[in-house]
Each structure stands twice: as structure tokens, then as C-alpha cells.
């Protein structure tokens, strides 16, 4: 099983970045998809969350009407668009699956398969 993330990188406060997922190993329109952001010194915190075929999506408050889950599942790719960037938004993101879905992650044991992340830095 692979999750490979990609697209982080240094941004200006109010940039944009594209992060993306490509799965690999498993089933990857059968798992919900998530990313889930770790910052110095702070806990995992889940961001966006999408359902297996992409239907439904919920994402943080924390970044509601700035970023945008997706998926393309005929690519095996998960996506995040992040607009509007800023400070609080620095941290490593991980992209990770579940077979069944976890409204609480606060370990890498709460969902199945997790990627190597990808590190988002705002700095101006």
C-alpha cells in the first residue's frame, strides 16, 4: 500500500496551493479519504474528510470556504485545494484512507492507510 502526497511547498499568506494523493495497493474508491494536518509541536488535526465515491465532503471549521477535498477515483487520486492561506495553515499534511469511515482521528492507528505527507509552510 502506497499513498505518495504531493504538491506542498512555501507560500505567501492569502496564496494557494494544490496538494495531491496518488493511491496505490488497495481498493481506492472503496475507502472514505482524508487529510489530516500535524503542526510543530501540535496534535494530528483532521481537516477534510470525503466519502468513497465522492459525493459528500466535510471539512474543519477551521478551513470551511477556503479548501476543497476531492477525489478522482478512475486516477486513484485524492486532492486538496487550499485557497486563502494562512499562518495557522502550516504543517505536514497527510493524506489517509479507512474502510470504514472515523469521525475522530487522533492517532495513525484510527484509520488504515496513511501517506508520508507533504509539508505546507506559509510564511511571508
Known amino acids: 500500500v502506497q499513498l505518495q502526497a504531493s504538491g506542498g511547498g512555501l507560500v505567501r499568506p492569502g496564496g494557494s496551493l494544490r496538494l495531491s494523493c496518488v493511491a496505490s495497493?488497495?481498493?481506492?474508491?472503496?475507502?472514505?479519504m482524508y487529510w489530516i494536518r500535524q503542526a510543530p509541536g501540535k496534535r494530528l488535526e483532521w481537516v477534510s474528510l470525503?466519502?468513497?465515491?465522492?459525493?459528500?465532503?466535510y471539512c474543519a471549521d477551521s478551513v470551511k470556504d477556503r479548501f476543497t477535498i476531492s477525489r478522482d477515483n478512475a486516477k486513484n487520486t485524492l486532492y486538496l485545494d487550499m485557497n486563502d492561506l494562512n499562518f495557522e495553515d502550516t504543517a505536514v499534511y497527510y493524506c489517509?484512507?479507512?474502510?470504514?469511515?472515523?469521525?475522530?482521528?487522533?492517532?495513525?492507528?484510527?484509520?488504515?492507510?496513511w501517506g508520508r505527507g507533504t509539508q505546507v509552510t506559509v510564511s511571508s
Open positions: 495497493g488497495f481498493t481506492f474508491n472503496n475507502y472514505w
Open positions: 489517509a484512507g479507512a474502510s470504514v469511515v472515523r469521525a475522530v482521528v487522533s492517532s495513525h492507528s484510527d484509520l488504515d492507510y
Open positions: 470525503i466519502h468513497t465515491g465522492g459525493g459528500a465532503t
